[in-house]
């Protein structure tokens, strides 16, 4: 089982990123999928999720700026981020669970590499 995380880089503040989450080795349409974020030294926070059925859950902070959303069809979930501002500088992960699609990270077992995202004031 394998998650491939994609579309990280280099932006300026208000412009906008899209992150793409391909799980591959598992039958996706049952994971749900979420996304976290780290910055080093800081502790992995949670950014959003999304069930099976589509049902998504926000971290505050993402205050209408994110969009996550799902394509069963194509078997990846995308991350959408507008007015990103220096503080979404992170490298962003994306995790997968069959059975839960809440904040914390300890529930998710399956976990991909991240994409680093920088935004430049």
């Known amino acids: 089982v394998q998650l491939q995380a994609s579309g990280g880089g280099l932006v300026q503040a208000g412009a906008s990123l899209t992150l793409s989450c391909a799980p591959s080795?598992?039958?996706?349409?049952?994971?749900?999928i979420a996304w976290f974020r780290h910055v080093p030294g800081k502790a992995r926070d949670f950014v959003a999720s999304?069930?099976?059925?589509?049902?998504?859950l926000y971290a505050e902070f993402v205050e209408g700026r994110f969009t996550i959303s799902r394509d069963n069809a194509k078997k990846a979930v995308s991350l959408r981020m507008d007015s990103l501002i220096p503080e979404d500088t992170a490298t962003y992960y994306c995790?997968?669970?069959?059975?839960?699609?809440?904040?914390?990270?300890?529930?998710?077992?399956?976990w991909g590499q991240g994409t680093l995202v920088t935004v430049s004031s």
């Open positions: 995790a997968a669970d069959a059975f839960y699609a809440g904040r914390s990270m300890i529930e998710y077992r399956i």
């Open positions: 080795g598992v039958t996706f349409s049952r994971y749900a």
């Open positions: 999304i069930t099976s059925s589509g049902g998504t």
